[in-house]
């Protein structure tokens, strides 16, 4: 069974390295390998577009990933990392003995600036440099996890519950792909964090209990030499337990193209309970990233400077027509295989005619893009140039508006009973007259 599962293994290798340098035959919808993580997310950060995902909302343990949210506090507690110190004590090392947990190789009585503290959490995941940290910022530990907390609500992380500040297992301390995008992506935005998850390689200087350490990155994929290492891969942190399995999250930057990548609770162990010779976060990650790369690209399928419809006009000094155009550039990432013309157009105008005066840039509607029945999105129509309005033709409307009018009708009954009455007055009048005048002129007689 054990030499069934080295062949399996080292076939696996060999495929897992030549897929990193030859590309995919055709476009795909779905990764060309089985994503074997319990959870997993891959999102564009350029367009916010999630490009995979599976299981993003179950709890897991996140691990060593935790200190990414303790990193995240010390950037914002502390202004000058250079010349604020802390000191290692006993109480700092009491939860690590004996677990066989990672530690960035940090004595006892050492006193360190908060950025040595800073790259031994993030390089070598030293858990001994997150206990330091959580209690000289909390201080103390329990106040520190407060903040921790407290700092997940702010983010909007809501199925997020903290109760160390380096990973290592509780029950109570779990997270989601979806929660860890979101704070991964926040950190991402801090320069300092940034610049720390990109290096490979840290040096702790000496001190009075030791002497000086060279810390080295357990992102694999970062490595050169390395099955795993692409070179497109910027960050960010991983993270190992028996009960969280594999886990890491990263970034990654290609020809303009920007991704985060969430992986958690990839298995140690294959189907038949034998340990993989490699790691499966790593694996499920660039097999991700490289498909990603090879399978979507961006199609631009609005420009603001090309109309595409007209719109009736009425008013108009000149033109009884206007041109409309996209309010803005509209840019989707879509499989490779899409072009414009697979992309749906449905224009939403007025049945009405505009009525003039109009402004170049005024909104008159919205052009909505589907494909394949669904909508990928929606962006407004404006006019693309100004239009006069004619006194003649609004006036002139605007008279024979009044005289359909209910109220134009009524008044206009009105008038003619009027003059009926008029009339038919000025006949009885006339006829009373005329009587009048003919028994005067019998009077005379």
Same mark, same amino acid.
């Given at each position: 069974?054990?030499?069934? $599962?080295?062949?399996? $293994?080292?076939?696996?290798?060999?495929?897992?390295?030549?897929?990193?340098?030859?590309?995919?035959?055709?476009?795909?919808?779905?990764?060309?390998?089985?994503?074997?993580?319990?959870?997993?997310?891959?999102?564009?950060?350029?367009?916010?577009?999630? @490009?995979?995902?599976?299981?993003?909302?179950?709890?897991?343990?996140?691990?060593?990933?935790?200190?990414?949210?303790?990193?995240?506090?010390?950037?914002?507690?502390?202004?000058?990392?250079?010349?604020?110190?802390?000191?290692?004590?006993?109480?700092?090392?009491?939860?690590?003995?004996?677990?066989? =947990?990672?530690?960035?190789?940090?004595?006892?009585?050492?006193?360190?600036?908060?950025?040595?503290?800073?790259?031994?959490?993030?390089?070598?995941?030293?858990?001994?440099?997150?206990?330091?940290?959580?209690?000289?910022?909390?201080? +103390?530990?329990?106040?520190?996890?407060?903040?921790?907390?407290?700092?997940?609500?702010?983010?909007?992380?809501?199925?997020?519950?903290? @109760?160390?500040?380096?990973?290592?297992?509780?029950?109570?301390?779990?997270?989601?792909?979806?929660?860890?995008?979101?704070?991964?992506?926040?950190?991402?935005?801090?320069?300092?964090?940034?610049?720390?998850?990109?290096?490979?390689?840290?040096?702790?200087?000496?001190?009075?209990?030791?002497?000086?350490?060279?810390?080295?990155?357990?992102?694999?994929?970062?490595?050169?030499?390395?099955?795993?290492?692409?070179?497109?891969?910027?960050?960010?942190?991983?993270?190992?337990?028996?009960?969280?399995?594999?886990?890491?999250?990263?970034?990654?930057?290609?020809?303009?193209?920007?991704?985060?990548?969430?992986?958690?609770?990839?298995?140690?162990?294959?189907?038949?309970?034998? $340990?993989?010779?490699?790691?499966?976060?790593?694996?499920?990650?660039?097999?991700?990233?490289?498909?990603?790369?090879?399978?979507?690209?961006?199609?631009?399928?609005?420009?603001?400077?090309?109309?595409?419809?007209?719109?009736?006009?009425?008013?108009?000094?000149?033109?009884?027509?206007?041109? @409309?155009?996209?309010?803005?550039?509209?840019?989707?990432?879509?499989?490779?295989? @899409?072009?414009?013309?697979?992309?749906?157009?449905?224009?939403?105008?007025?049945?009405?005619?505009?009525?003039?005066?109009?402004?170049? +840039?005024?909104?008159?509607?919205?052009?909505?893009?589907?494909?394949?029945?669904?909508?990928?999105?929606?962006?407004?129509?404006?006019?693309?140039?100004?239009?006069?309005? $004619?006194?003649?033709?609004?006036?002139?409307?605007?008279?024979?508006?009044?005289?359909?009018?209910?109220? =134009?009708?009524?008044?206009?009954?009105?008038?003619?009973?009027?003059?009926?009455?008029?009339?038919?007055?000025?006949?009885?009048?006339?006829?009373?007259?005329?009587?009048?005048?003919?028994?005067?002129?019998?009077?005379?007689?």
């Amino acid at each position: 069974m054990r030499k069934i $599962s080295l062949f399996l $293994s080292m076939l696996l290798i060999f495929v897992f390295i030549s897929t990193g340098t030859l590309g995919a035959a055709a476009a795909s919808d779905q990764p060309d390998e089985e994503i074997l993580a319990h959870s997993a997310l891959l999102i564009n950060t350029d367009t916010g577009k999630v @490009v995979y995902s599976k299981n993003t909302q179950d709890k897991m343990y996140p691990a060593s990933i935790t200190k990414i949210m303790t990193a995240v506090l010390l950037l914002e507690s502390v202004q000058d990392l250079d010349n604020t110190t802390a000191t290692a004590t006993s109480e700092d090392m009491e939860d690590l003995y004996g677990t066989g =947990a990672s530690t960035a190789d940090i004595r006892i009585g050492e006193t360190l600036t908060m950025r040595d503290y800073l790259h031994a959490m993030l390089i070598p995941s030293g858990n001994e440099a997150a206990n330091i940290v959580a209690n000289a910022l909390g201080p +103390g530990i329990p106040a520190f996890v407060e903040k921790m907390n407290a700092k997940a609500q702010e983010l909007g992380m809501k199925n997020t519950h903290y @109760v160390n500040p380096h990973g290592m297992f509780d029950e109570q301390q779990y997270t989601t792909a979806e929660d860890i995008a979101i704070l991964a992506q926040y950190a991402m935005k801090i320069d300092t964090f940034r610049e720390a998850v990109s290096q490979i390689r840290y040096t702790l200087p000496a001190t009075d209990y030791a002497d000086e350490r060279l810390l080295v990155t357990t992102n694999m994929m970062m490595e050169p030499g390395t099955v795993y290492y692409r070179d497109y891969i910027t960050g960010i942190k991983t993270g190992s337990l028996p009960e969280a399995g594999k886990c890491v999250v990263s970034t990654a930057s290609q020809d303009g193209y920007n991704y985060l990548c969430v992986i958690l609770g990839a298995p140690t162990e294959d189907a038949n309970g034998e $340990s993989y010779d490699y790691n499966m976060a790593f694996y499920d990650t660039v097999h991700l990233y490289d498909w990603a790369f090879e399978n979507f690209a961006n199609l631009t399928m609005l420009d603001p400077d090309t109309p595409i419809n007209e719109a009736k006009v009425k008013y108009g000094k000149d033109q009884d027509f206007v041109h @409309v155009a996209p309010q803005e550039k509209f840019t989707a990432l879509l499989p490779s295989y @899409v072009t414009e013309d697979d992309v749906q157009k449905i224009i939403h105008l007025p049945e009405e005619p505009l009525a003039a005066p109009i402004q170049a +840039g005024d909104v008159v509607g919205s052009v909505e893009l589907k494909l394949k029945d669904e909508t990928i999105g929606e962006v407004s129509l404006v006019a693309k140039e100004t239009v006069e309005r $004619s006194k003649w033709l609004y006036y002139t409307d605007m008279f024979q508006q009044a005289l359909g009018s209910i109220w =134009a009708k009524i008044i206009l009954i009105i008038i003619v009973l009027l003059i009926a009455i008029y009339i038919i007055y000025a006949v009885l009048v006339n006829q009373k007259n005329k009587k009048y005048k003919k028994i005067r002129r019998r009077k005379k007689l």
